[in-house]
């Protein structure tokens, strides 16, 4: 059988609304409001608010929603590893409402993230165990969790749920981003050194759960290259000897005229700084186990239209596996 698995970062789809005018707290205009602050209405408890650093957290926006969705169904992959989904109602919403209900079957397990962003699948095959690692820690620093969000562990299974296809390792890894009111080179370093220890926990998990003839899937958002030294911890690990399976993917789409032109397929994530030219790097990556290696049929980049991306500043990419 053939079976497709992709990873997508969708770009903070939340769900909460700013309900301005309907809250007594706020007045005049100021929609501020203290950081951790959950706001709940009625006795249906239906109505939540949450916020980060102060400001309510607002719904994504309908046209990119539908944006992202349209990508999703053009995609049709069995399993989708998600990243940036606020929690498990939202991701089964935007199925439901926005897929057709496409996937059956989706898990997102609660992370670490303030800014509540989490990782999911979702999935056309039955899914079998699945286990957080939110509370993973590195041994530089084993008072604090190591995944600013969460390694999700998720094992796929058959039809029939008599056998199991495959495990993915699902990963949203620190980014770059600095806050303006933080030194840019302390926080760069900062980012870097929390995704080094990312990386060698990843290793660590994947090396202590599978075997060399398993058949398990490392990707998501690492908010890096695939060659950076910081991900050299499973990238390049000896024993896990991983396979990038997006080498020289091939493209669905087109992408509008940029200047200069990537010189390659193997790009999912364009960044350009103000007077130089676009960055197009491999954020979103697939890395397949020994086991599935040689079972690779071909790797798909779903390519944006317009620069800044439809619907998300990610492109998703996915793999075809004869299993």
Not at 37 to 63: C, M, N, W
Not at 75 to 84: G, I, N, P, R, T
Not at 156 to 177: A, E, G, P, Q, W
């Amino acid at each position: 059988m053939q079976i497709t698995v992709g990873t997508f970062n969708l770009n903070n789809l939340f769900s909460r609304y700013n309900f301005k005018g309907e809250i007594a707290a706020i007045r005049d205009d100021d929609t501020s409001v203290k950081a951790g602050v959950v706001y709940e209405f009625g006795p249906q408890d239906t109505f939540r608010i949450r916020s980060y650093k102060g400001r309510l957290v607002k719904a994504k926006d309908k046209a990119d929603t539908a944006k992202i969705a349209g990508r999703i169904s053009q995609m049709d992959v069995d399993v989708l590893a998600v990243q940036e989904a606020e929690d498990i109602d939202t991701l089964r919403e935007f199925n439901r409402d926005h897929l057709a209900g496409k996937y059956p079957y989706v898990i997102l397990v609660e992370g670490n993230d303030p800014r509540l962003i989490d990782v999911g699948v979702l999935s056309k095959l039955p899914i079998g165990g699945v286990t957080s690692w939110q509370q993973a820690v590195h041994p530089d620093d084993p008072s604090h969790p190591v995944f600013g969000r969460d390694l999700l562990e998720v094992e796929i299974l058959d039809s029939t749920r008599s056998k199991k296809l495959l495990t993915v390792f699902n990963n949203h890894l620190k980014s770059h981003y600095v806050d303006f009111r933080e030194d840019p080179v302390a926080g760069e370093q900062s980012n870097s050194e929390r995704r080094r220890r990312q990386a060698e926990a990843v290793a660590t998990i994947v090396r202590a759960r599978t075997r060399p003839e398993s058949h398990y899937i490392v990707l998501g958002d690492m908010n890096d290259v695939p060659d950076s030294p910081l991900l050299q911890a499973f990238a390049a690990d000896a024993e896990l000897r991983l396979t990038n399976a997006l080498i020289s993917p091939r493209e669905s789409g087109a992408m509008k005229n940029d200047t200069p032109p990537p010189t390659s397929t193997a790009w999912t994530h364009r960044f350009k700084e103000a007077g130089q030219p676009a960055k197009h790097e491999l954020y979103d990556q697939i890395w397949l186990s020994p086991g599935l290696s040689g079972r690779l049929v071909e790797s798909w980049i779903h390519r944006r239209r317009n620069l800044s991306g439809d619907g998300s500043d990610h492109d998703p990419a996915w793999v075809v596996l004869n299993l």
